[in-house]
């Protein structure tokens, strides 16, 4: 790609870089045994594979396996705790969730599968996750509830890695919010979404291979527009839309970390630049009940969506003709069917981590 290669031209490239394919099961069992070597609990590193894995057969490659180096050199550190349990107390109302410091794709889905129990007979649940590392990919787990019969909002507030034109620093953190509902007629509504340009791990990715980003992404440490992954690294990422995903960067942190009664100086990095994902965020999540909050049951809710979402396809050929999470669960499908893709990049790291722990990758 050239210096000057347009967003739109860039989007398609990801969508067309190199990747290979691993046979789902084999891959799931390998990242399982790899975070079993950096002292991840049997069950624990199971379940954390299944998300990550399947984060990647979805089409979000750059919050799935990926992201497996990081989380290994974290787990060595002690950023990310290896063993431990959360811990679950309904508190005026809402259910918390003490994370003990472990890995997201470990906690997230556990306070799901509770706050599912607890919804039971009920309208809402709302839930507070304290002190956990990265979730990866939040839409996963507010999929898992949909895929339950729930509708979910989930959101993590994250390390400051955003800011507005002109900074020399990070303000807040790009606060990525999913939400998942489910419909009769088809897949769930899934929509996952940062508050940023273009999430971290795009960049991450096109450091890897050498390539530009798109104009608009990120800044330099100058605060000044930059084209140069590196840099934009060293730097901030860019809000999309300007104050409105500022705004809504915002919302996130309230609810997730100022209501957690959080410290905001423990996610501050001292030096500047877009720090890597790290421990000791919080997320909130909500989780509603169709059949008992919605007037007249879950029958008026199914009939309400499918009526919705028959309109918004019959509107246009091309921006109606698929909802959000349609093209994930195609992907899915075909990942089932003829393996995970990974990019050969990744490919290269994780076999380098293969070699480390001594786990050949499959």
């Not at 349609?326 to 981590?353: F, I, Y």
Request: hydrophobic share 45%; with cysteine.
């Amino acid at each position: 790609m050239s210096k000057t290669e347009s967003t739109a031209e860039a989007f398609r490239y990801r969508d067309t870089a190199p990747v290979e394919r691993f046979a789902w099961a084999p891959l799931e069992a390998w990242v399982a045994a790899i975070l079993g070597r950096a002292d991840v609990a049997c069950g624990d590193a199971e379940l954390a594979a299944k998300f990550l894995v399947r984060s990647d057969a979805r089409g979000f490659g750059t919050h799935g396996v990926s992201r497996l180096v990081s989380y290994v050199d974290k787990l060595k550190s002690g950023e990310i705790a290896p063993r431990g349990a959360p811990s679950f107390t309904e508190v005026a109302g809402a259910l918390r969730v003490d994370g003990a410091g472990l890995l997201g794709q470990v906690v997230a889905p556990q306070a799901v599968d509770t706050g599912l129990e607890l919804l039971e007979g009920r309208g809402s649940v709302v839930c507070q996750i304290r002190d956990v590392a990265h979730l990866g990919a939040v839409g996963m787990y507010a999929l898992r509830a949909a895929e339950a019969g729930a509708v979910c909002l989930i959101m993590q507030a994250t390390s400051p890695v955003m800011a507005t034109q002109g900074a020399t620093r990070p303000m807040i953190g790009n606060n990525p919010l999913a939400l998942a509902a489910p419909r009769p007629n088809g897949p769930p509504i899934a929509i996952d979404m940062a508050c940023c340009m273009a999430a971290r791990g795009n960049i991450l990715l096109a450091a890897r291979e050498g390539d530009p980003i798109p104009q608009g992404w990120a800044i330099d440490p100058e605060g000044q527009p930059t084209t140069d992954a590196d840099a934009a690294l060293r730097g901030s990422l860019l809000p999309f839309g300007g104050h409105k995903g500022m705004a809504l960067a915002m919302i996130v942190e309230i609810l997730a970390a100022s209501l957690a009664g959080a410290t905001h100086s423990e996610r501050l990095n001292p030096e500047g630049g877009v720090q890597s994902a790290s421990g000791n965020l919080n997320a909130f999540c909500l989780l509603l009940s169709p059949d008992h909050m919605t007037p007249g049951g879950r029958a008026a809710y199914d009939n309400h969506i499918t009526d919705w979402t028959r309109t918004y396809k019959a509107a246009g050929e091309t921006a109606g003709e698929r909802l959000p999470g349609e093209r994930a669960a195609q992907a899915e499908a075909l990942a089932r069917r003829e393996g995970v893709p990974l990019a050969r990049s990744v490919v290269t790291e994780l076999v380098a981590l293969g070699r480390e722990m001594e786990i050949a990758m499959p």
